[in-house]
């Protein structure tokens, strides 16, 4: 029996530029689609789960992509493209987490991507 991933890549699949119409397909369920496509055959898949989520509360900076995971500070990235670049480094920045022991991402340290656009950092849960 395998365990569960101890990480989780959260993507908002409800996500739209301001102005989109709401009955148009989501820019964050385009991203989500793209990373879930890549995530199928990902060596990491096993650390890091993929969770579509509606509404991480940045809909006005979508779209937003998050990272949590063990004694970690949570992440909440915004302002992300739907496409296949911004899907490619996602998982690389779900692996550079799950990699690290303080969960910690340097900004000079992540992918081009996710070099900005962070709308939170909260601390892990003090236990
Ligand atoms: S709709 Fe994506 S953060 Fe609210």
Redesign the pocket.
């Known amino acids: 029996m395998s365990e569960l991933p101890s990480h989780t890549l959260h993507i908002?699949v409800?996500?739209?530029p301001k102005g989109a119409s709401p009955d148009a397909v989501r820019d964050?369920r385009l991203l989500f689609e793209a990373v879930a496509a890549l995530h199928a055959e990902w060596p990491a898949r096993d650390q890091v789960a993929l969770n579509g989520v509606?509404?991480?509360?940045?809909?006005d900076r979508?779209?937003?992509v998050a990272l949590s995971g063990p004694g970690k500070p949570s992440y909440l990235f915004c302002d992300k493209a739907p496409t296949p670049e911004t899907a490619a480094a996602a998982l690389d920045l779900a692996a550079q987490y799950a990699a690290s022991d303080t969960g910690v991402l340097m900004r000079g340290d992540r992918p081009g991507p996710f070099r900005s656009g962070i709308l939170a950092k909260i601390p892990p849960a003090a236990l």
């Open positions: 908002c409800t996500c739209r964050g509606e509404c991480m509360s940045g809909c979508a779209c937003t």
